[in-house]
């Protein structure tokens, strides 16, 4: 299986930049197409996702969230952070079976 | 408008079985592929089991093969996940999802039902 490996915590101040990384244990990557995705969590409620394709933002997502990243290594960025944004975050890579998920970062004020 | 509502949950005790139902509606179903994702109390989230829009291709996690069956009716907008065997580790809220690619993000989400297995 693919591991995704996160960083469980990042503390930032309000009006800061965030940035979230996700590093994968193999390539997700087909012929450029880099199979990563981000989704955000908030208390109670379930995932939306964020970020597809590593860098594609999804429908009705607001432009402070981006996405980047190739092969092995992808990175989520808020900027700026605004209270909303309190929750966590999680990456996902689609490009083998079983389908995997990092273990979550949680992205708490500073 | 997209919506996916599970049901079936509830407490259950280990060894015996639960059917869970996602209804969908506001896309046309037999369009997408469809998942099942779990997630234990304050933990992260784990991928169950995916479906392709035909229903012909399914895939499980390896702890979940031979116990779970993911199936869908297309007709009636209806993704289910049959839970055989359920062990005191299924204990989690479970969220089903749409892949427009079936291969691609989660795009949607439901807003996910609590399955507990305890004696």
């Known amino acids: 299986d693919i591991v995704l490996t996160q960083s469980p915590v990042l503390a930032v101040s309000l009006g800061q930049r965030a940035t979230i990384s996700c590093r994968a244990s193999q390539s997700v990557s087909i012929s450029s197409i880099n199979l990563m995705h981000w989704y955000q969590q908030k208390p109670g409620q379930q995932p939306k996702l964020l970020i597809y394709r590593a860098s594609n933002l999804a429908s009705g997502i607001p432009a402070r969230f981006s996405g980047s990243g190739s092969g092995t290594d992808f990175t989520l960025t808020i900027d700026p952070v605004q209270a909303d944004d309190i929750a966590a975050y999680y990456c996902q890579q689609s490009r083998e079976s079983p389908n995997t998920f990092g273990a979550g970062t949680k992205l708490e004020l500073k | 408008e997209v919506q996916l509502v599970e049901s079936g949950g509830g407490l259950v005790q280990p060894g015996r079985s639960l059917k869970l139902s996602c209804a969908a509606s506001g896309f046309t179903f037999s369009n997408y592929g469809m998942h099942w994702i779990r997630q234990a109390p304050t933990k992260g989230l784990e991928w169950v089991a995916s479906i392709s829009p035909s229903g012909g291709s399914t895939y499980y996690r390896d702890s979940v093969k031979g116990r779970f069956t993911i199936s869908r009716d297309n007709a009636k907008s209806t993704l289910y996940l049959q839970m055989d065997s359920l062990r005191s580790e299924d204990t989690a809220t479970y969220y089903c999802?749409?892949?427009?690619?079936?291969?691609?993000?989660?795009?949607?989400w439901g807003q996910g039902v609590m399955v507990t297995v305890s004696s």
């Open positions: 999802a749409t892949d427009v690619n079936y291969g691609g993000p989660l795009d949607y």
